[in-house]
T-cell receptor, first 115, second 114 residues
Framework: DSGVTQTPKHLITATGQRVTLRCSPRSGDLSVYWYQQSLDQGLQFLIQYYNGEERAKGNILERFSAQQFPDLHSELNLSSLELGDSALYFC??????????????FGSGTRLTVV | AQKITQTQPGMFVQEKEAVTLDCTYDTSDQSYGLFWYKQPSSGEMIFLIYQGSYDEQNATEGRYSLNFQKARKSANLVISASQLGDSAMYFCAMREGYADKLIFGTGTRLQVFP
């Protein structure tokens, strides 16, 4: 157990629907990162929150949004889902902004299948 | 522009042998960090080893070592005494300066055979 908890582990939904992925970071970690892993795009950074504030944005679609709550858990909301959104979504956390020698601790991921 | 390059889509190694997984990177920053992660078939991302750009010694963690050649911008992962459980995808990643995100390479699938 890495200490980063992601729920649900698997999600199957239809095109056009909206889903919410949840992440609880490792105890004490203030930074949360979301990544998307798909066969054609590889591992892509989506967005980062630090202590409740959006810190950095990557290749995140406008249909996607995220937030980090006061208890530091984070949610990634995906709406108007398309077949191409099917992927493994990872959450990672780090203690500070730069994720040093201890690296970034990843959760086990949420596998989203859009049918 | 591709910043992390892993040129080996797949590698085979016999059990108990050593194997080197290649990684080259591109950055103009003086301060950066290099990471290796293992992703088994179950899907989770497992942190293996880290090398900071100012670290003078190559990083080692148990059977894993990082062959860091700064001038050549390479950060190869060496796994000694391979085990069947080492079969997995391996990703090289970089964090530039004070940037917050990791940039990943495309990965190398390692298969260890008896």
């Amino acid at each position: 157990d890495s200490g980063v908890t992601q729920t649900p582990k698997h999600l199957i939904t239809a095109t056009g629907q909206r889903v919410t992925l949840r992440c609880s970071p490792r105890s004490g970690d203030l930074s949360v990162y979301w990544y998307q892993q798909s066969l054609d795009q590889g591992l892509q950074f989506l967005i980062q929150y630090y202590n409740g504030e959006e810190r950095a944005k990557g290749n995140i679609l406008e249909r996607f949004s995220a937030q980090q709550f006061p208890d530091l858990h984070s949610e990634l909301n995906l709406s108007s889902l398309e077949l191409g959104d099917s992927a493994l979504y990872f959450c990672a956390s780090s203690a500070d902004l730069t994720g040093g020698a201890d690296g970034y601790t990843f959760g086990s991921g949420t596998r989203l299948t859009v049918v | 522009a591709q910043k992390i390059t892993q040129t080996q889509p797949g590698m085979f190694v016999q059990e108990k042998e050593a194997v080197t997984l290649d990684c080259t990177y591109d950055t103009s920053d003086q301060s950066y960090g290099l990471f290796w992660y293992k992703q088994p078939s179950s899907g989770e991302m497992i942190f293996l080893i880290y090398q900071g750009s100012y670290d003078e010694q190559n990083a080692t963690e148990g059977r894993y070592s990082l062959n860091f050649q700064k001038a050549r911008k390479s950060a190869n992962l060496v796994i000694s005494a391979s085990q069947l459980g080492d079969s997995a995808m391996y990703f090289c990643a970089m964090r530039e300066g004070y940037a917050d995100k990791l940039i990943f390479g495309t990965g190398t699938r390692l298969q260890v055979f008896p």
